[in-house]
């Protein structure tokens, strides 16, 4: 048995799939030809006869489909800009507050203050992560 190729993409592994099945290929045996050369975790048993029964009802795509629902808008640079603003007049400022005074989600601004602008609470004031960062240098 050869070694397993660890560099693959969805993409590569579903054409894989859609080459074997147009040649008339069981999906048990195309699921076993993916294991040996991608390795077990490239795409499971369920998942090659689904994409097998797809392509049987002329699927030709291999990406995937649009997402239902509604778009992420909140977290755009407009809000992440206020919500730094915010918290620059006012380090003592609860998420809760900035939330209603900004009106988006608490979740929303929960994400941009951790996840995007970096900063944590301390002593009940938003600092910044990391004070070495260059964007905190030049301020």
């Known amino acids: 048995m050869a070694t397993p190729n660890k560099e693959w993409s969805k993409l590569e592994v579903r054409a894989v799939v859609r080459f074997l099945f147009s040649k008339g290929t ?5 699921h076993k030809q993916i294991a040996e050369t991608y390795g077990e975790g490239a795409m499971s048993r369920s998942r090659v006869y689904q994409w097998c029964t797809w392509f049987g009802e002329g699927r030709t795509s291999l990406g995937d489909e649009p997402k239902s629902g509604r778009p992420k808008t909140s977290t755009n640079e ?7 603003e915010l918290i620059r007049c006012d380090r003592r400022m609860k998420i ?10 608490k979740s929303t601004v929960h994400e941009i203050v951790h996840d995007t602008l970096g900063y944590r609470k301390v002593s009940a004031r938003w600092v910044p992560k990391m004070l070495t960062d260059s964007r905190w240098a030049s301020r």
């Open 78 to 84: 407009e809000n992440t800009t206020r919500v730094d």
């Open 96 to 105: 809760r507050e900035s939330a209603l005074k900004l009106e988006i989600p």
């Open 26 to 30: 069981e999906p048990s045996e195309i």
